[in-house]
């Protein structure tokens, strides 16, 4: 999971590729947030596709979260 914490905002966001899919998860810290499931023509496409949205909230500030 990665997080976003500034003065303004506090989120979270979290990808979990599974098989030809992928599971991509949002929303304030504390809350539920909401999921999307998204379906790809093979594994290798949905992993291909997750890492190039962890790329893109990373430079948005989003960072691994600790435990």
Do not use: P
Not at 12 to 39: D, Q, R
């Amino acid at each position: 999971m990665r997080k976003f914490v500034d003065e303004k905002s506090s989120k979270f966001w979290k990808v979990t590729v599974s098989g030809a899919s992928h599971t991509l998860a949002c929303g304030k810290i504390g809350s539920a947030g909401s999921s999307k499931t998204n379906e790809f023509t093979d594994e290798a496409a949905a992993q291909k596709d997750a890492e190039r949205l962890a790329k893109s909230k990373e430079k948005k500030g989003y960072a691994d979260a600790e435990h």
